[in-house]
């Protein structure tokens, strides 16, 4: 990871379920504006298949944006895109439980559990 980072920063990128090497890609494009991923590579030291597999998992989830083709450069999207990716969570586990609620059968009646053996006693 680069010397640039913050551990604290790239812990939080975690819980948005960025590694290591997202983490420093995303983080180096803020720092330094466009950059192509032979010059991420560089400034990084890390092997180019690296960086390449960490803009597609950003490019994927909205974090940066891929400008031209064929020598393309990379720019990260603005932090602030970190809030709408947290209530695009909040939606889907609002979704979620409520699926998992009607899943849920809850039988009224009596509950018990077995104890087997005389050490229970």
């Not at 030291?45 to 390449?52: A, P, T």
């Not at 960490?54 to 989830?61: C, F, P, V």
């Not at 586990?93 to 006693?121: N, P």
């Amino acid at each position: 990871m680069s010397k640039n980072i913050d551990l604290n920063i790239a812990r939080e990128l975690e819980a948005f379920g960025l590694g290591e090497k997202e983490s420093a890609v995303y983080i180096e494009l803020l720092q330094g504006g466009e950059m192509s991923a032979i010059s991420l590579s560089k400034a990084l030291d890390m092997h180019r298949q690296f960086v390449y597999n960490a803009l597609s998992t950003l490019k994927e989830r909205g974090l940066v944006l891929q400008i031209g083709v064929s020598r393309a450069k990379w720019r990260a999207q603005s932090p602030r895109k970190f809030l709408s990716l947290a209530e695009e969570q909040g939606i889907r586990a609002a979704k979620l439980s409520e699926q998992l609620l009607a899943v849920m059968q809850h039988r009224a009646g009596q509950e018990f559990e077995t104890i087997e053996g005389t050490a229970a006693f």
